[in-house]
């Protein structure tokens, strides 16, 4: 009976302490600061959404909006004022789909993502700094 009693009591502090000293998974989203609905954006879109996401490293919108072809999904990482990238996919109602990666250097994609994220708010865009 002493046997049992010491293999169970060994096993629970083998099984504790690999417990205790398992490495720690980071975090890698922080969550959702905002959600803005029915935005003013170019192209048309109808049911569109804008999120903004908190990562470690990160924010990133994500807009997804329905057009007249199909559905829209753009991303747009960035920390502080700094786009980092950004994309867009589009999927046609016949099945098939484009990726688009923006040139973070023109004028008109620095122009949409500023519009985009003037839709959230200040406190929320603070967050990543």
Do not use: H
């Not at 990482?77 to 990726?99: E, M, N, P, Y």
């Not at 620095?110 to 200040?122: D, E, G, I, P, T």
């Amino acid at each position: 009976m002493k046997l049992k009693t010491l293999l169970l009591s060994a096993l629970t502090c083998l099984s504790i302490s690999a417990c205790t000293s398992a490495p720690k998974i980071p975090q890698i989203q922080a969550g959702v600061l905002q959600e803005v609905k029915n935005l003013e954006v170019y192209p048309d879109t109808t049911e569109n959404k804008a999120r903004l996401t908190k990562f470690t490293d990160k924010c990133v919108i994500e807009f997804t909006g329905k057009l007249a072809s199909g559905k829209s999904v753009e991303q747009w990482s960035f920390k502080g004022l700094t786009l980092i990238s950004g994309g867009a996919v589009t999927f046609a109602r016949d099945g098939s789909s484009q990726a688009t990666k923006f040139d973070l250097y023109d004028a008109n994609v620095q122009k949409n993502f500023l519009m985009l994220r003037s839709y959230f708010a200040k406190d929320a865009l603070a967050q990543c700094d």
